[in-house]
């Protein structure tokens, strides 16, 4: 007879099949053998076999649709009438596609195809530096389904078991170079026209390959762990005299968009992160404050001076001041204010002016719109410049000459009528106000200012319009007419994202600029692939990345607050001993569970003190600097050395590496930034210049952004255990 399991039964012969009274069924064949079941031809029944047929389907159709089984399609139809006879007449169900669960993969050997590995991509044409961010970046493609990176070849990425970043400030690329004396390191110059430390050229963009022989004995375990020395960019601004702080940019993932952003072109609406709550928020508390001004393009209020200075303090001509003699006297009683409020008793008007150019580089006012807190304009009042307009800017302003041909009203008449409107209890809404303020030629210190409260997300000297800001956060268009702009309708844009701003929070507006805590993300989109996450997590699975942020005093007041396990040290053996302890687990999983975390993120600061990199000015821990002096620069490195090497050796297999610098040196950037500071206080327009306890002219200028070139430079190593 065909076998059953063929799809084809051109011969079919309903006697041939027997089924017993006991459910026993069985295939006669002219040579098969007798049916052990049956014990009397009276026990055998013949059965229609179109009866156990399907409704509509023939004879051949069900042979074929169920080839692998001649029971009927519905087996529990009857169980109550099989019950009832002791499940003499019931039918058992086959589970055809149990099979054995696999196990999981067992972690590879080094020499295997499938081990994981980091490898210089030697294809890549790369265009710079690689980048901190690019570091992160690579952190979240191995364990967060993040943009492949295009700078290295990443091979076998489902095999990664664990990544460990350890950041070492002070750490140096020419402390690497062969023959350095550590005894006069030092001693060196930090001129990048001259001998630097920073031996890669501003246009040697790909790693250094590091050589056993070619390295400091002190170093040279190096070579053993990592095969190149990489140069990090820092991100920052030299032009602008600034560098971003490292451990926030390695720590703070882009904020990732959804599949509908990505396809979707032009502005996107903003939305609430995960698990965003709303924290109304008084007005007051987005006030700028008085070290905002200077730095923002505003001039000071006379509140803004202290005492002693304000009296010699010169303006220029023309300047009017609204009367406010010191900051306390905008300050209301709390029995005054309405509970709930957001004003906080305070009166709140949005401005905007329209300006004309008057000369080079020089706008003059030719409109100003003042809107209430509940949307009322208040002021709207065309303005006849003094000098005549050498451009109206139309397309800008919505200023033509007809419109100002009639007016008389003077930029005099202007400033009387605001000095009669503000009070102490004023406040000012405006988008980037200083230029509206300048065009007034008045100062108020109680001051809102979108473009400071909504950051860019690039950060500072950068500023979104108001355009943007209205269509991301509002979700309405203004500015779109061929006419120019409308100053009333800009007044109240920035009016509603006040008002949006106060109900939603401080963090409302930040939190786009500032991304995503790196082990938020972890935990919240980490993946595991079934090598390392067993049979559920084939093609990958999102089931969260555990973490530990390590580091000296209290991580809970930082970024680390977010990792699964934050520990905090005392010294760099507290943080070696506490990496290893991360990575392994407790023995009894007191804490941390037996066989450690996905992710280790850890500091090692004890060089950073001895080189005078430790900043005190961001000590939010309040943490003493240690006391280094008893310790020769090469014993410091020699010891940070031999810390690293002993986690590399007590690493698991498939774990990914990650050291890297942060920066450069920073301390003359720090002197410069601070002296320039200084100075923005100091000078006055008018005042003596031989007055000023510190000097800030072109050298200065040139220098600063030297040493940001200088600071902005660091060093990586990335390998695989």
Known sequence: MEDLNSTSHDL??????LITTNGAMSVLDG??????EVADVSDIVHVPLELELPNDQTLSDAAVSDASSL???????????????????????????????????KIPQPASSNYPSISFNHNAKLQSKISLDQLRNLVLYIFAEGVSPQWVAIANRPQFRKIVAIMVPGLEEAMFKPNV?????????????????????????????LKRDELPDILKDFAAMFPHLWPVKTPGNEKYGFMRSPLGTMLTAPTEKTKEEKATKGVQPAKEPRGWKDERTRITEFLAMPEDFQPNGYVLHPACIPAERRKNYQYPE?????????FEDGDVPEVEIQQGSVTAGRDVYALDCEMCMTGPDEYSLTRISLVSWDGTPILDELVKPDKPIIDYVTRFSGITPEMLAPITTTLSDIQTRLLGILTPRSILIGH???????????THPFIVDTALIFPHPRGPPLKNSLKFLTQRFLKREIQNRSGGHDSIEDAKACLDLVKQKCEKGKAWGH?????????????RAGTSYRANGGIDATGGARVGKTSAMIDWGDPMKGAGAASTYPIGCRSDEEVFENIIRAVQGDAAAEQIPFGGVDFVFARFRELEAFQGWWNQNRNIDGLQVPDMSGMSLETCVSNLAQR???????????????????SGDPREMSRLQAMQSQFKKEYNPGGNWDELTVRWTDVEEQALKKAVGIARNGIGFIGVK
């Open 31 to 36: 040579d098969g053998p007798v049916l052990a």
């Open 71 to 105: 029971k009927r399609p519905r087996p529990h139809d009857d169980d109550d009438d099989a019950a009832d006879d002791n499940d003499a007449g019931g039918w058992e169900t086959v589970d055809r596609q149990s099979r054995k669960a696999k196990k999981a993969k």
């Open 12 to 17: 079919f012969n309903p006697d041939d099949f």
């Open 644 to 662: 690293i090497k002993r986690i590399h050796d007590a690493l698991p297999k498939c774990t990914g590496f990650l050291v890297f610098s942060g």
């Open 318 to 326: 023309g300047w009017v001041h609204t009367l406010v003699d010191n």
């Open 511 to 523: 939190h786009e600029s500032q991304g995503e805590n790196l082990f938020r993300r972890l935990h």
């Open 181 to 209: 004396d550590f005894a006069t390191y030092n001693e060196q110059c930090f001129d990048l026209d001259k001998k630097s430390r920073v031996l890669t050229s501003p246009d040697d963009y790909y790693p250094r390959l």
């Open 432 to 442: 980037s106000l200083e230029s509206d303020l300048r065009a007034l030629r008045l």
